[in-house]
């Protein structure tokens, strides 16, 4: 199960990486990849502490394709919190190297199991929290994938 979440979280963000850097092309069909990772009943809770809705969230991420050119995510430390029959609590790193210099925040999701969804996972939920900039300055990024 964690190679699956691991897997699930780390392809929505290159996702995410190819959207957002204009590597992907602006068509109905690359943005499909993003909005159907997500449950219909999606909230995300930002880190600065905002409470997003799917509703609010795709207008705002399609619109922002090619928004950070040359733009790095990289994915640690996944870590599954709770599993059962309904989904998964799992915990990781996202460390991005773009246009607005380094940052870094500690994710919790919510994944629901959806036999129809790539790697049988959906994210129901989501709540990040930004990394302390110190230690964001002393970590050492892997730009390799």
């Known amino acids: 199960m964690r190679d699956r979440c691991a897997a699930q979280i780390d392809d929505l963000h290159r ?12 068509t109905p069909e690359t943005f499909a990849a993003f909005a159907d990772a997500h449950s219909p009943d999606f909230t995300m809770v ?54 607005a210099g380094r940052t870094g ?16 996972l959906r994210s129901r939920h989501l709540h990040e929290t930004w990394i302390d900039r110190e230690r964001i300055d002393r970590e050492r990024i892997d730009r390799e994938r």
């Not at 996702?15 to 602006?26: F, Q």
């Not at 919510?110 to 790539?118: S, T």
């Open 15 to 26: 996702v995410i990486e190819d959207w957002l850097g204009g590597r992907t092309p602006r």
């Open 46 to 99: 930002t880190p600065d502490g905002a409470l997003l809705r799917i509703d609010e969230l795709l207008p705002g991420f399609e619109s922002a394709h090619g928004a950070a050119p040359g733009l790095r995510i990289r994915i640690a430390e996944v870590a599954l919190v709770h599993t059962d029959a309904r989904g998964v609590v799992a915990t990781y790193e996202e460390w991005q190297d773009g246009p």
């Open 105 to 120: 925040r500690r994710s919790t999701v919510l994944l629901e199991h959806d036999a129809d969804a790539r790697h049988g």
